[in-house]
């Protein structure tokens, strides 16, 4: 427990989903996973999101997280 607790806080805002969700959609690009994990940032701040998960990430960028 106290292990998941530290990687939670490590990857915070996001979660380990989260960053799952965001290398399939960079396809692995490094440069493409920072620039969405910064629109996320972005965008979680303006929203009001306390954490951003995959249901989140895909509501708040669908136009990247695209359902197929």
Request: with cysteine; net charge positive; hydrophobic share 40%.
């Amino acid at each position: 427990d106290k292990q998941k607790n530290h990687n939670n806080k490590t990857l915070y805002p996001f979660t380990k989903e989260s960053i799952k969700e965001i290398s399939i959609a960079a396809q692995g690009n490094m440069r493409r996973v920072l620039m969405i994990c910064n629109i996320s940032i972005d965008r979680g701040a303006k929203l009001r999101y306390p954490l951003l998960t995959p249901v989140a990430l895909k509501k708040m960028l669908p136009e990247i997280f695209v359902e197929h």
